[in-house]
C-alpha cells in the first residue's frame, strides 16, 4: 500500500516538472520546457511565419476555460515538492478566475480567437493593454437603473498571468519605453511593464501568449496611468486617443525588445492602427536616414503606406459609427510628432469633417487583407467604404466551442462514437445529422438541456432572494420587481419555456424591442396559457445615456408584463453580465432572441454560442444568421429583411422600426410557444436542437475562422498543421 503510494506522488511529481518552463523571462507553469521553447523559436524565426494579433480588449476568464486547471484536476494534483509549482499550483486551483479586460463581443471574439491558434498550433502572439481598474462592475437598482461600479482586480493575484522580468536584470521586471510628444514634438517618454497570459490549449503541448502592457508605474506621468486605469474610458477625448496610442504605439517596441519577427500584424478593429504609423515611420527612417523629419515628401509617405501595407491585416468589425475612431487634428498636435500628424493628413482624411482624423479610414488604406465579419456585413461594408469594396471580404465570426459547449452537453457529446473527435475539430459535428433519430441521443440531449436549465433557474432564483434580503440591510432598491413578491411567488420554473437575451445594451440592438406593445404580447401568453421566463443581462458603457436608459425600460416593463400576463411572464434582468454568466445563460435558457435594427449587427456572436448547445435563436434576419439560418430549420426569423441602402443604416431612433419588427415578432411567437410546450410538436423543436448541432457548430466555430484568417496571412506551417488548417477550410467559405 504504502509503496504504491509513493509511486503515484512521483509519478505526479513528474506530471508536474512536465508543465514547468523555466525561462529568461520567468517561470511559467502549464506548458513544458520544450513546448515553450518550440513555440518561443517560431516566433522569433527570421523566416517571420507568425502573425502578432492586436487587440484593445481580451475577454478569456479563467472560470470558462482553463485546461491548466482541468488537467491538475483530472491527474489530482493539489501540491507539489518543489516549492515555486507548489504555489502555482495553488495558485491555479484557488485563485481568481475573472480577468475583468473585456467590455463585450469584440474583447471575447479575440479570447476565443486565441485559443483557437493555441489549438491549431498557428504561432502568433497577441498584444493588448492590461487595465488596472478592469472594464467596470454593474449594479443595478430599479429606480435608478444601471450603476456603474469601479473593480478591484489584481493581476498579481491572477493564475496563468505572469509578470515578465528582464532577462538582463531578472530581479526586474521588463519594461518598455515609448515616445509620446507635445505640440512643439518635444518627447514625454512613458514607460510600460509587460504580463503574459499564457493561453495554454487542451493538450498542454501548445500556447498563445498574450502580453499585455501595463502603463500604471511610478516613472510614467500621471495621464498615461490614469489612461491604464479602465478599457474604453471615454471621459475626454483626449483619454481615448491617449488609450489608442499606447495601444498602437506599443507594438513595434514590444516587438522589438521580445524579437518578436512576426511579418503579420492583424489589427482587431482600428483601435492599434497606430502601430501602422510606426511602420511607415520606420521605413522612412531606413530610406531616408535619421534627418527624415525634416527632408520627408508625401510622395515618400504613400510610398512608405504602399511598402509596408503587406505586413497588415484588418478585420473591421461593425457599420456603427461609434466602433470607429475620429480624433481632432488639433488634440493629436499635443501626442504625436509632426511627421506622424503628416502621415495622418493624407492617409487618415474623415470625408464629413476636415478637422479630424478618422482611423478606420487609415486602417482600411493602409493593409494587405482586410475583412468583415459576416456575408451581410461584408456587402454594408463594401456599401459604407466604396473605394476599397475590391478588397473587403467576408470571414464570418466564429465561438471557440470548448469554451461555450456546457459540461452537462460535452458528456453527451462525448458518449457518441458518430461525434469521437469532437474537441479536436468540431467539423465532426456533422455527424450529429446521423444521431437526429437515434432515440439515446435525444433523451440525454434533453436530459442535459434539463440539467443545464434548472442550473440556470437556481441561480436566477437565488440571486432574486437574496435581492429581498439585500433590502433590508443596503439603501439599493433591489433590481427585480419580482425581489418584492411572496416568498413563495418569486421562484422561476426551470420547465417553463425561457427566452435569454444579453449583450451589450446599445440602442441598435434593441434590448426592448419585443416590449414594445405589452398589450400585444401579454393577450398572446394569456391566450396559449403556458409560462414564459425572460432573462435579460448585459451592460451599457457608463457614457451611453441611451444605453443605460434601455437597462431602465427593461426594469420598467417588469411589473406590468406580469401583471397582463396574470404571472405567467416572468422578466428577470441579471446584473453584471461577464462569461461565466453568458456560459449559463447560453446553455439552459430554451431559445436566443436577437432583435437589433438590420442591418447594423455586423455578427453577433452570443447566439453561435447558444447553437453550439443546440439551442434556437429568434431573430431578426441579420449578421450571421443570415448564414445560420438554414430556412427554419435551426430557430425563426422575424422583422422586415429590407434591401440594403443608405438609409437602412441610420441609427436615428425614428429609423430603428420598433412597431413595424415587433409587429411581426408578436405573429411569430405563438409558433414557437406552442412548439415547445405541446407534447405533439415538442418533436420539431428537439428536430431545431440537432439541426443547430449538426449545421451550425461544424461553421460558427474560431477554428474554421481562423483556418480562414489563416489564407490571408500566408503563413508557412508544418505540414500537419498545414493538413488541418486546410480540412478546416474546406468546412465553409465565408466568402461567396
Ligand atoms: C458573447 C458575449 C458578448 C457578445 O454578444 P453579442 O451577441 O455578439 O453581442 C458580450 N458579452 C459577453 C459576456 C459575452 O459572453
Redesign the pocket.
Same mark, same amino acid.
Given at each position: 500500500m504504502e509503496s504504491k503510494y509513493h509511486d503515484t506522488l512521483s509519478d505526479q511529481e513528474t506530471l508536474v516538472n512536465n508543465m514547468l518552463a523555466e525561462t529568461s523571462f520567468g517561470t511559467f507553469f502549464g506548458i513544458s520546457q520544450k513546448v515553450f521553447e518550440q513555440v518561443w523559436s517560431n516566433l522569433t524565426a527570421p523566416d517571420g511565419n507568425s502573425a502578432v494579433y492586436v487587440s484593445m480588449e481580451i +475577454?478569456a476568464d479563467l472560470d470558462v476555460f482553463n485546461p491548466v486547471k482541468k488537467y491538475l484536476q483530472q491527474n489530482e494534483i493539489t501540491e507539489s515538492k518543489n516549492t515555486e509549482a507548489d504555489l502555482l499550483i495553488k495558485k491555479i486551483l484557488n485563485g481568481p478566475s475573472k480577468i475583468p479586460n473585456y467590455g463585450?463581443?469584440l474583447g471575447?471574439l479575440a479570447g476565443d480567437t486565441l485559443k483557437s491558434f493555441a489549438a491549431c498550433k498557428i504561432p502568433v502572439a497577441a498584444i493588448s493593454l492590461l487595465y488596472r481598474k478592469g472594464y467596470f462592475s454593474q449594479l443595478v437598482d430599479s429606480r435608478i437603473g444601471q450603476i456603474s461600479w469601479s473593480m478591484d482586480w489584481s493581476p498579481e493575484k491572477t493564475p496563468s498571468l505572469y509578470l515578465l522580468k528582464n532577462p538582463s536584470y531578472p530581479d526586474k521586471p521588463l519594461c518598455i519605453e515609448i515616445p509620446f510628444f507635445d505640440e512643439h514634438d518635444k518627447t514625454v517618454m512613458v514607460y510600460a511593464q509587460v504580463w503574459m497570459k499564457l493561453e495554454a490549449n487542451e493538450n498542454l503541448d501548445f500556447f498563445v501568449p498574450e502580453f499585455l502592457l501595463d502603463f500604471s508605474l511610478p516613472q510614467s506621468p500621471e495621464w498615461i496611468r490614469n489612461a491604464s486605469n479602465n478599457l474604453y474610458d471615454s471621459s475626454s477625448e483626449k483619454m481615448k486617443a491617449i488609450q489608442r496610442r499606447m495601444l498602437g504605439a506599443g507594438v513595434i517596441p514590444l516587438m522589438d525588445i521580445l524579437g518578436l519577427t512576426a511579418k503579420t500584424l492583424h489589427l482587431n478593429e482600428q483601435h492599434g492602427v497606430v502601430s501602422v504609423l510606426n511602420l511607415i515611420a520606420d521605413y522612412l527612417l531606413q530610406k531616408l536616414g535619421p534627418e527624415y523629419q525634416s527632408t520627408v515628401r508625401d510622395k515618400d509617405i504613400l510610398e512608405a503606406a504602399d511598402s509596408v501595407a503587406h505586413k497588415v491585416v484588418y478585420t473591421i468589425h461593425t457599420p456603427v459609427k461609434a466602433g470607429h475612431d475620429r480624433f481632432s487634428k488639433t488634440l493629436y498636435a499635443g501626442l504625436s510628432h509632426t511627421v506622424c500628424r503628416r502621415i495622418l493628413a493624407l492617409l487618415a482624411p474623415d470625408k464629413e469633417n476636415p478637422s479630424l482624423y478618422n482611423f478606420t479610414e487609415f486602417a482600411m488604406r493602409v493593409n494587405r487583407a482586410v475583412n468583415s465579419v459576416s456575408r451581410l456585413h461584408r456587402d454594408v461594408t463594401q456599401k459604407q467604404f466604396p473605394q476599397f469594396a475590391k478588397k473587403i471580404t467576408a470571414i464570418t465570426n466564429g465561438?471557440h466551442h470548448l469554451t461555450w459547449i456546457s459540461a452537462a452537453k460535452a458528456e453527451v457529446f462525448d458518449s457518441f462514437p458518430e461525434l469521437q473527435n469532437w474537441r479536436q475539430n468540431p467539423a465532426v459535428f456533422r455527424n450529429a445529422k446521423k444521431l437526429q433519430k437515434n432515440k439515446k441521443f435525444r433523451t440525454y440531449l434533453e436530459q442535459a438541456w434539463k440539467h443545464d436549465s434548472e442550473k440556470l433557474i437556481n441561480y436566477v432564483n437565488g440571486m432574486l432572494i437574496e435581492h429581498r434580503h439585500q433590502t433590508e440591510e443596503t439603501w439599493i432598491d433591489p433590481p427585480n420587481f419580482l425581489s418584492l413578491l411572496h416568498e413563495e411567488d418569486i421562484p422561476l420554473k426551470p420547465s417553463a419555456f425561457t427566452i435569454g437575451f444579453?449583450?451589450?445594451f446599445s440602442t441598435y440592438?434593441r434590448a426592448d424591442l419585443i416590449f414594445d406593445d405589452l398589450v400585444e404580447l401579454t393577450k398572446i401568453i394569456r391566450e396559449l396559457d403556458y409560462p414564459v421566463n425572460f432573462l435579460f443581462a +448585459?451592460k451599457a458603457h457608463p457614457a451611453d445615456e441611451p444605453g443605460k436608459s434601455l437597462i431602465k425600460i427593461i426594469l420598467d416593463v417588469q411589473e406590468e408584463l406580469y401583471e397582463r400576463s396574470k404571472g405567467l411572464a416572468k422578466l428577470v434582468f441579471i446584473p453584471n453580465?461577464?462569461?461565466a454568466?453568458?456560459k449559463m445563460m447560453v446553455a439552459g435558457v430554451h431559445a436566443w432572441l436577437?432583435s437589433p435594427k438590420r442591418p447594423l449587427e455586423a455578427? +453577433?456572436?452570443? +447566439?453561435m454560442?447558444a447553437a453550439m448547445n443546440g439551442i434556437p435563436n429568434i431573430s431578426i434576419l441579420d449578421g450571421w444568421w443570415m448564414e445560420g439560418f438554414h430556412d427554419g430549420e435551426t430557430g425563426w426569423k422575424f422583422g422586415l429583411d429590407t434591401p440594403l441602402d443608405t438609409e437602412t443604416l441610420s441609427e436615428e431612433p425614428s429609423a430603428l422600426l420598433y412597431e413595424e419588427d415587433s409587429a411581426s415578432f408578436y405573429e411569430m411567437f405563438p409558433q414557437v410557444i406552442k412548439e415547445f410546450n405541446d407534447p405533439q410538436l415538442r418533436k420539431k423543436y428537439i428536430d431545431k436542437c440537432i439541426r443547430n448541432i449538426s449545421l451550425n457548430i461544424p461553421i460558427f466555430n474560431t477554428h474554421r475562422m481562423i483556418a480562414e484568417y489563416c489564407r490571408n496571412y500566408g503563413l508557412k506551417l508544418s505540414p500537419p498543421v498545414t493538413k488541418k488548417i486546410k480540412g478546416l477550410q474546406e468546412l465553409y467559405q465565408s466568402e461567396i
Open positions: +475577454g463585450g463581443g471575447i465561438v444579453a449583450r451589450r440592438k +448585459g453580465y461577464d462569461m454568466i453568458a436577437n455578427s +453577433g456572436t452570443s +447566439g454560442k
